[in-house]
């Protein structure tokens, strides 16, 4: 996720630039990827205040390495459980969010 803000009046061009290699699937010890959960289909009024909930099922154990939240200025809480009710990630800023919790598995 990366986000640019131009303070200026001048335009500025920005790229992000990721560099993978391909390796025989043997050599892979750790597979990685990222779940993103995303809820939009909420449209309250401007002074409106609403709690959104959403779940998703993962299919199998995962070892979770990190999580963050995406919810502009519209959020003021956002927590993400486990399927037990366990805190996997919190946080009531919206702007600049902290990443967390520490890695840890996830059943």
Known sequence: MVHYLNSSSETIHAMV???MHATEPE???IHASQILLQHDR???S???KITVKH???VPKDINLFTAASHMHS???YY???A???SVLYETKDWAEPAPGPSPRRVS
């Open 83 to 85: 399927s037990d009710g």
């Open 46 to 48: 401007a002074e409106a």
């Open 42 to 44: 909420s449209q309250p």
């Open 74 to 76: 519209h959020g003021v």
């Open 17 to 19: 630039a990721v560099t």
């Open 79 to 81: 927590t993400a459980r």
């Open 27 to 29: 050599r892979v010890a």
């Open 55 to 57: 779940s998703c099922g």
